[in-house]
């Protein structure tokens, strides 16, 4: 079955603590992008992924990480969290050049107190 | 910047009756436009698209045309029914500086009353 999971999908921390967020996709796709959501923003865009190895901040980058060492995998990385970092996290991907619709995984609930 | 702008809700209809929701947008080029889906506590589907003027998209018995001249994408349904109920967004995406970013708006929560 295609699809873009994430884990964990529920994560209570602390502030300061490290942690990632993982996300794998099993179509091939070449474009992946991180959003978060918030009530009555919609969604952001944090970094995102045209290959490998080739990664570039969104509108929403500051405190976060990610990396793209294979074509499948876009974990997203909190070196510090605080509490404004608090919010529900998707992963997407896509293949590059297509219609424009992004697979979404079904997405990461982040507390951090 | 680009952007897209979606009507505040919630929305509460009956069951059965007709529902608009209101999706206007302001891009550069020519985007492609979407509607996504979130149902409680589960992820975001995508509903329906459309990629050029005049276009319409259309799944599940929800429609929306793609008007460029009213850079207006809304979502219309004849029919719903509670299984409805959930939160809409309206989304444009297109190519930029190599990131196929998609803007959303804030979402509409549609509540069907039975």
């Known amino acids: 079955e295609a699809q873009v999971t994430q884990n964990p999908r529920y994560l209570i921390t602390v502030t300061g603590k490290k942690l990632t967020v993982t996300c794998s996709q099993n179509?091939?796709?070449?474009?992946m992008s991180w959003y978060r959501q918030d009530p009555g923003l919609g969604l952001r865009q944090i970094y995102y992924s045209m290959n490998v190895e080739v990664t570039d901040k969104g509108d929403v980058p500051e405190g976060y990480k990610v990396s793209r060492k294979e074509k499948r995998n876009f974990p997203l990385i909190l070196e510090s969290p605080s509490p404004n970092q608090t919010s529900l996290y998707f992963c997407a991907s896509m293949v590059a050049q297509s219609s424009y619709e992004q697979y979404f995984g079904p997405g990461t609930r982040l507390t951090v107190t | 910047g680009d952007s897209v702008t979606q009507m505040e809700g919630p929305v509460t209809l009956s069951e059965e009756a007709f529902l608009t929701i209101n999706c206007t947008y302001t891009?550069?080029?020519?985007?492609?436009l979407f509607w996504y889906v979130q149902y409680p506590g589960e992820g975001l589907q995508l509903l329906l698209k459309?990629?050029?003027a005049d276009d319409k998209g259309s799944n599940k018995g929800f429609e929306a045309t793609y008007r460029k001249e009213t850079t207006s994408f809304h979502l219309e349904k004849g029919s719903v029914q509670v299984s409805d109920s959930a939160v809409y967004f309206c989304a444009l995406s297109g190519l930029t500086d190599s990131n196929y970013q998609l803007i959303w708006g804030a979402g509409t929560k549609l509540i069907i009353k039975p």
């Open positions: 891009a550069t080029g020519y985007p492609s």
């Open positions: 179509m091939n796709h070449e474009y």
């Open positions: 459309a990629t050029k």
